[in-house]
């Protein structure tokens, strides 16, 4: 429901009676991603690594937390390993193709948006992350039909109507950027 805080309370409790469960600990992890603390997050993710069926969800979140911190390269490792573990962590696809565009890397990029999409088609942040990378390529009228797609999923995304109009603006298109 978005309350990043109760759902970190309501896992500790959990936790509190059972520090062992995994799920808790995930949501824990995922609970303080979302709440923009990452180094808690990091140490999180840590001791659910220690449960051996769910290596794959804690290397993701490690990933997404060092990702989060700037550590582009100890996050594509995690990143890379969760997905060998499991293919269909569309998160980890999705932060890949992050990095690979950090790194100029386009097309690569975009790659993994498309595997995080083939995995979660409703992934906006996917398309939208896509929609940047043709940004970031120059490539104006490929990144209009991410956003004006992400939009059309998710008409309120501020986020995404802020870089329509960037790739409106950089295709000469200023009314319509404006409006």
Known sequence: AGDDKAAYASFAQVLQKDSGNAEALAGLGESLLIGREPKKALS???KLEEQPDHKAVADQGQGLALLAMGDYADAEALLGKAVKQDPQLWRSWNALGTIK????????ARKDYDKALEINPDAVEAINNR????LWEKNYPEAE????????????????RTNL???????????????
């Open 44 to 46: 999180v993710f840590a």
């Open 101 to 108: 565009d950090h790194g100029g890397l386009w097309q690569e």
């Open 131 to 134: 929609g940047i990378s043709y």
């Open 145 to 160: 039909k991410a956003f004006k797609e992400v939009l059309r999923r998710s008409p309120n995304l501020a986020q995404a």
């Open 165 to 179: 109009r960037m790739a409106l603006a950089w295709q000469g298109k200023y009314v319509e950027a404006l409006t």
